[in-house]
């Protein structure tokens, strides 16, 4: 699945899946220096179940690592995915 980098305001962004002018999917942070404070995840009802929130996260670090960031997680689920995953030890924020 795709998912298109998005700005949404002054050091707020997201990485979206828009499907009928909707947000079917998305990742947002706040951009502070080099770490990305993620704080919210969100996949539509009709996309459950299907890995997406994981490959939001997935691309999200994957920016994090092309950028020299570190992701500090506040969204529960990313929180949950950094205590459950060594995947993504090299990008925590300490």
């Known amino acids: 699945m795709e ?12 990485f979206r899946k828009e499907e009928n002018g909707n947000t079917a999917a998305e ?5 502070m220096a080099d770490v990305m404070v993620v704080e919210h995840t969100f996949v539509d009802p009709s996309l459950r179940g299907q890995g997406v929130a994981k490959q939001l996260l997935d691309q999200t670090a994957a920016y994090a690592r092309q950028n020299d960031y570190k992701i500090e997680p506040v969204c529960s689920y990313v929180v949950t995915a950094f205590e459950r995953s060594s995947d993504y030890d090299d990008i925590k924020a300490e």
């Open 3 to 14: 998912f298109k980098l998005t700005e949404l305001g002054h050091d707020h962004f997201a």
């Open 27 to 31: 990742i947002t942070w706040t951009q």
